[in-house]
Structures are given as structure tokens and as C-alpha cells.
């Protein structure tokens, strides 16, 4: 009887031992899953933080190029109304001439007249 006692409390000690271990190793299996879940959400914010400043740079993006056609179509209108601007000089310039030719035929034809 007293040597089943003795396998009994060696028993229970046992058991006692494996019960805490698991007990341990499911605390620590829960503290190493609450760690885990923690990292997922800060990077799943890190990915949205990510997601916006990629969203802000393709707009800034399609802002440039917009910024880029204008550019583009001022530079054009520019050049046009550049040679325009010569176009109207050279066309002041003849009538210029003519008027003060015309002038100094009047002149001289005045002149014989006088």
C-alpha cells in the first residue's frame, strides 16, 4: 500500500510538472501570437500609410503632366505669336516706307508746283 502511495504522489508530481509546462508553454504560445497579431497591424498601417503617399505621388504626377502640356502649348503659343509679331514689324515697316515714299513724291510734286 505505501509503495502505491509513493507511485501515486510520483505520479501526481508528474502530472503536476506536465500540467505546468503546458500551461507555460500555452502562455508563451499566446504571448508570441498577441507579439504576432501586434506586428500585423502596425505593418498592415505601415501598408496604408505606404498605399496613401503612393496614391498622393500619382496624383502629383498626373499634375506634372498636365503642368507639362501647358507648358508646352504656352511655349507654342508663344513662338506663334513671336513670328506674328514679325509678320505685323515688317508689314509697318512697308507701309512706313510707302507713306514717307508717297510723302516725298507729294513734296516734290508740290515743289514743281510752286
Known sequence: ?????????????SIKEVTDRGM???????SKMQLMTEQCEQHELERSS??????????????LE???TDYSS????????????????????EVTDSAMKEKEEMRSKMQVMT
Do not use: G, P
Not at 505606404?50 to 499634375?63: H, N, P, R
Open 24 to 30: 507555460r508553454e500555452k502562455e508563451e504560445m499566446r
Open 1 to 13: 500500500k505505501q509503495e502505491l502511495e509513493h507511485k501515486n504522489e510520483e505520479l501526481q508530481k
Open 50 to 63: 505606404l498605399q496613401a503617399k503612393v496614391t498622393s505621388l500619382e496624383k502629383l504626377k498626373d499634375e
Open 66 to 68: 498636365c503642368l507639362k
Open 74 to 93: 504656352a511655349i507654342r503659343s508663344k513662338e506663334e505669336l513671336e513670328y506674328k509679331n514679325e509678320e505685323l514689324q515688317k508689314s509697318i515697316k
